[in-house]
């Protein structure tokens, strides 16, 4: 069964420095996302990326972050220079529409910044 | 905006009881949809079942059903003969039928099935 993997399971980075979170979305969907899950809290929406473009973004996508479809098959997200409260979970998910169809989500990137 | 409200934070039953997670939404929407999801150990997001607003009727899959009432803006799950395997944190998240194709989701009910 197709899945949406990422890379690292777990990522642990110096406060200012660069991280990439790496996805490979399932190979038919058109629809990427990035969602995040700080420790205990709700799973937030950061960014939704179709036709090789962001198609919305929430507050917490300031300037720090960056989405990118290097090669066609993965979909990488850039956190240019890490603060302490960028620590979560960051998941990424691909759906092959984008209304009434399931979001498949990845296991999860864990970063931890210190 | 849209909010998900779970007021639940923990709950926990016994094997092949039937619990109920509640879940309330905000919306000035009137197309829209909901869906359950499971986290498991395994951090994975899986979908566990999803309704459609304009559907009256209520969505079912095998031993996951909901109580939608779109009015009271309520859609709780229902797990009957619960198992151990459905122990996880359940999320209910929130979709607009238009515009931003983004899940806003409530804050979580970790669930415990005990044998």
């Known amino acids: 069964e197709p899945e949406v993997t990422q890379t690292p399971s777990h990522q642990v980075t110096q406060m200012g420095q660069e991280v990439i979170l790496r996805c490979v979305p399932i190979?038919?969907?058109?629809?990427f996302y990035w969602y995040r899950q700080i420790l205990g809290q709700k799973v937030e929406f950061l960014v939704s990326?179709?036709?090789?473009?962001?198609?919305?973004k929430s507050e917490i996508f300031d300037d720090q972050f960056s989405v990118e479809r290097p090669d066609g098959s993965n979909f990488t997200l850039k956190i240019r220079s890490t603060k302490l409260e960028d620590s979560a979970m960051y998941f990424c998910?691909?759906?092959?529409?984008?209304?009434?169809?399931?979001?498949?989500f990845g296991q999860g990137t864990r970063l931890t910044v210190v | 905006a849209q909010t998900v409200t779970q007021s639940q934070p923990e709950m926990s039953v016994q094997e092949a009881e039937t619990v109920t997670l509640s879940c309330t939404y905000d919306?000035?929407?009137?197309?829209?949809?909901l869906f359950w999801y499971k986290q498991p150990p395994s951090r994975q997001m899986i979908l566990v079942i999803r309704?459609?607003?304009?559907?009256?009727q209520n969505a079912t899959e095998n031993r996951f059903s909901v109580n939608f009432q779109k009015a009271a803006k309520s859609f709780s799950l229902k797990i009957s003969d619960s198992q151990l395997g459905d122990t996880a944190m359940y999320f209910c998240?929130?979709?607009?039928?238009?515009?931003?194709?983004?899940?806003?989701f409530g804050q979580g009910t970790r669930l415990t099935i005990n044998p």
């Open positions: 190979s038919n969907h058109l629809y």
């Open positions: 309704q459609e607003a304009y559907k009256q």
């Open positions: 919306t000035s929407e009137n197309n829209y949809y």
């Open positions: 998910a691909s759906s092959r529409g984008q209304v009434n169809t399931e979001a498949f």
């Open positions: 998240a929130f979709m607009g039928a238009w515009g931003a194709q983004k899940l806003v």
């Open positions: 990326f179709y036709n090789n473009e962001i198609s919305e």
